[in-house]
């Protein structure tokens, strides 16, 4: 059964996601956003969600995590809980 690791940002407005994202674009750390600016209790670890295989997470979270390219920011992504970045850090199939 596949198999990621990912580390997220999640953060309440679409706007807030859209400058995160910027700002990594730009060089700053994915991880210190994270412990920074992310609403999740992950965010005192950089955002790392650890491994978890399909299903485990909301669909949105799947739809992209077993689907989009490692280590590339990925996000807006739009859930319930709010807007995440996302980072698929690792992906066995």
Do not use: W
């Not at 990621?4 to 910027?22: F, G, N, P, S, Y």
């Not at 790392?48 to 997470?57: H, I, V």
């Not at 920011?73 to 992906?91: A, D, I």
């Amino acid at each position: 059964m596949a198999q990621a690791t990912a580390r997220h940002i999640l953060v309440d407005t679409e706007a807030q996601c859209e400058e995160l994202k910027a700002k990594i674009a730009g060089g700053e750390d994915f991880g210190d956003l994270a412990r920074a600016h992310s609403s999740c209790p992950s965010g005192a670890s950089g955002g790392d969600l650890g491994s978890f295989g399909p299903g485990q997470m909301v669909a949105e979270f799947d739809q992209v995590v077993f689907s989009a390219a490692v280590n590339e920011v990925q996000g807006p992504v739009k859930t319930q809980f709010g807007y995440h970045l996302l980072e698929v850090t690792s992906r066995t199939d």
